[in-house]
């Protein structure tokens, strides 16, 4: 495989510093390009982001003199200079969404992590494991910002990337409804008990946002392309409640869940041991080897001993048992700032590689 020159936009949030992290020996992916706001733009990456560093490893030494540049600003520059950006930038929804698309008209593929182009219709939003197909619709994306070779391809929002996996192999069955109460880390909202102390022994019961992007967001990843565009899948019907919770990392999920033919319980196990995707299949450099490993202790799983398996791209599941209202309830586990931000935009990129897409 040859090697990309990549950029990260954001590169001093709390995302961007996950892509820092996990990109310093990537087989693939060599970072050139650093980027931020105005306020860092011009600093070395120590001097902007080396006293708010929130990684459990070091800055990467490579990139610790790497100067800044500004997202806005020096788009073309940036451009001119990379194979494609990741994105991971703190700013309103409608400032994104001009600035990626704007990316992608210099002919500057982006990654986003962010949330502001997940409901256009022509962007994919992609679980590799899960609708890895949805790429064919950059062709029609392409074809409506007149690019070559830009494009915006995003992930989900991390809240559905520890149940999403875990109901996707059981849709055979013909799921009908579900229930989700997410349990969400701190590092969600791109901080840390130094950073935010009132979490400690505490819970907020809303995230802004949160359960609409729960809700709505699956039915874009289970659609189908009608037209140039994803048209979100009409079922099932999925309600849910988000909470802030006093963990460092890991979103928890317990969830609910009914089918037209209902599974017996060996069948959902058989289902989530043998699901396996493109990602599997063409050992994409950040692939898990088992995507959904089920717990069979009942205090597993637990966010803090389960949440970096396989490199935090794993999805854990557990609790699984009869409802007494829905068919079944299971409890499922992500590393948000891994599967569910970084690595698995880290992940997207690698299946965008290996199909040619920056090509
Ligand atoms: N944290 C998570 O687990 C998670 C998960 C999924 C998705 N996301 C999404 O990822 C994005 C970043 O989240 P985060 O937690 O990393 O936020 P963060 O820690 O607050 O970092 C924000 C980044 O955006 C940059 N930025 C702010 N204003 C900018 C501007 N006007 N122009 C260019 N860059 C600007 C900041 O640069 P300066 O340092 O120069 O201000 C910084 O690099 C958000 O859209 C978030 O919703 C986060």
Redesign the pocket.
């Known amino acids: 495989m040859k090697k990309y020159n990549v950029g990260i936009?954001?590169?001093?949030?709390?995302?961007?510093q996950r892509f820092a992290t996990l990109l310093e020996n990537h087989p693939w992916f060599n970072v050139k390009v650093l980027a931020?706001?105005p306020?860092?733009a011009g600093q070395t990456y120590e001097e902007?982001a080396g006293n708010r560093w929130k990684m459990s490893v070091p800055m990467p030494d490579p990139m610790k003199n790497m100067v800044l540049l500004d997202?806005?600003a020096d788009i073309d520059k940036i451009a001119g200079s990379v194979d494609f950006c990741f994105c991971?930038?703190?700013?309103k929804k409608d400032?994104?969404r001009a600035l990626e698309e704007a990316y992608a008209k210099a002919e500057c593929p982006i990654v986003s992590?962010?949330?502001a182009h997940r409901s256009t219709p022509d962007v994919p939003m992609v679980v590799p494991e899960i609708n890895p197909e949805h790429l064919e619709i950059i062709t029609d994306q392409r074809k409506r910002l007149g690019t070559k070779k830009g494009f915006i391809a995003v992930k989900s929002?991390?809240s559905i990337q520890s149940y999403v996996p875990a109901l996707h192999p059981l849709r055979e069955f013909g799921i009908t409804k579900v229930l989700a109460c997410t349990y969400q880390a701190i590092?969600?909202?791109?901080r840390n008990f130094e950073t935010w102390p009132e979490m400690v022994d505490n819970l907020i019961p809303y995230i802004g946002g949160e359960e609409e992007k729960s809700e709505q967001e699956p039915l874009k990843v289970w659609g189908t392309i009608k037209n140039g565009e994803i048209v979100k899948a009409e079922k099932p019907l999925i309600t849910t409640q988000c909470l802030r919770v006093p963990v460092s990392d890991g979103h928890t999920a317990a969830v609910f869940v009914s089918f037209d033919r209902k599974p017996s319980k060996e069948d959902i196990l058989k289902r989530w041991a043998e699901f396996s995707g493109v990602p599997q299949e063409l050992r994409l450099p950040s692939a898990p080897k088992q995507f959904i490993h089920y717990f069979e202790e009942n205090d597993r799983p637990q966010a803090k001993l389960d949440r970096e398996l396989e490199g935090g791209m794993a999805v854990s599941t557990g609790r699984l048992r009869e409802d007494t209202q829905y068919d079944y309830k299971f409890v499922c586990l992500s590393h948000?700032?891994l599967r569910?931000?970084a690595g698995g935009g880290v992940l997207l990129a690698e299946l965008l590689a290996a199909k040619g897409w920056f090509d």
């Open positions: 936009i954001g590169a001093t949030g709390m995302v961007g931020a706001s306020r860092s902007a997202a806005a991971a930038v703190d700013m400032e994104i992590n962010n949330s929002n991390c590092s969600g909202a791109g948000n700032t569910g931000a």
